[in-house]
């Protein structure tokens, strides 16, 4: 009997090698070149090649033209390193541990986001000529947000933070300094992760949880009617926990760049592709080595990197991988 589209698949996906030592807490792939930067807890930040920060990283981010990687965490400190040379500067200095980063480009300018364990929003401006002429950043904005920050995403022109409480506020990329609009998440278990949509007619984001559900939410309000939720890494009845219901986390969401699809990883061992336009499942690919914690499509959309952390029995050396999915029809809607 032929495979229906939306069975689960298994796929045997090219593993990279020599991946981190501990848990991969972020995969960003490049927008301007074929680059793929992984942050581990390990102290690592690994590209073309491996530099160190004196404690875990927890934030990575590409800036515009894909030549230069932010990386922070909890030392506090921001490096900023030239994938074509392989030097490292250090960029910045934060009181507490840098928990969040992401590049903008506001009117021409470029400018970098970062977000602190105190709940506070800071837009740095960088003006350079060549990497080494590179200025001290020049703060254009601090703002105080409204709870702790969980995940944000920025695509122009919306920048988006989700935080605890299930608080999310939404900003313009002019960014005044406060947010347009303040919301509550339709999910009601802690918001885990951010990913925003801009391309069509119709601008929004999506927000999963720790309850293995993920949330389309619209930007504008007289399109909140086609707000809707799917139940992405969530079981109705599980033979393992006698016929209970069981959650498992949704632990990252990537829009597809070309179709508009989407896929979400969760703590099942899964990643399942979504569209978002006709509120369909299309794919689930078991991966069968634990909890997926990041994915990320490349800029042409063709392949899918994920990271998956198998922490197994006590005594047994856990397991942290790396692997590329290639992409076919299943990412088209």
């Not at 932010?70 to 200095?93: A, E, P, W, Y």
């Not at 990252?252 to 990643?271: E, K, R, W």
């Amino acid at each position: 009997m032929p495979r229906s589209q939306s069975d689960p698949e298994k796929i045997p996906d090219m593993m990279l090698p020599d991946p981190p030592h501990d848990y991969v807490s972020t995969l960003a792939c490049s927008n301007g070149t074929s680059l793929l930067a992984a942050r581990s807890w390990d102290k690592t930040v690994n590209c073309q090649y491996a530099y160190t920060h004196d404690g875990p990283v927890l934030c990575a981010c590409w800036t515009a033209d894909g030549k230069q990687l932010f990386s922070g965490g909890m030392d506090g400190v921001g490096l900023l390193s030239d994938t074509r040379t392989g030097q490292v500067l250090q960029l910045t200095r934060h009181d507490t541990a840098i928990q969040m980063a992401n590049w903008l480009e506001i009117n021409g300018l470029h400018a970098l986001l970062t977000m602190e364990w105190d709940k506070t929003m800071k837009a740095m401006l960088m003006y350079w000529h060549q990497f080494w002429d590179l200025q001290t950043p020049v703060p254009i904005r601090t703002t105080i947000l409204h709870d702790y920050p969980m995940s944000v995403d920025v695509q122009s022109p919306l920048l988006v933070v989700g935080m605890a409480k299930c608080y999310i506020e939404i900003f313009h990329l002019d960014f005044a300094g406060s947010p347009f609009k303040t919301r509550l998440s339709p999910l009601k278990s802690t918001t885990t992760v951010m990913s925003c949509f801009t391309k069509g007619p119709v601008i929004g984001y999506a927000v999963g949880a720790m309850d293995g559900r993920m949330a389309i939410w619209y930007a504008e309000e007289h399109n909140t009617s086609n707000d809707f939720i799917f139940h992405c890494h969530s079981e109705d009845k599980c033979s393992d926990s006698g016929g209970l219901p069981v959650a498992h986390a949704v632990n990252d969401i990537s829009f597809h760049p070309v179709n508009g699809t989407l896929a979400t990883c969760g703590s099942d061992g899964t990643i399942k592709l979504w569209d978002k336009n006709r509120r369909k499942h299309l794919k689930t690919l078991e991966i069968y080595e634990g909890p997926v914690s990041h994915c990320s499509f490349n800029p042409n959309g063709m392949v899918l990197a994920y990271a998956t952390n198998h922490r197994l029995s006590i005594g047994v050396s856990p397991r942290y991988q790396i692997k590329l999915h290639k992409c076919n029809n299943e990412v088209k809607g």
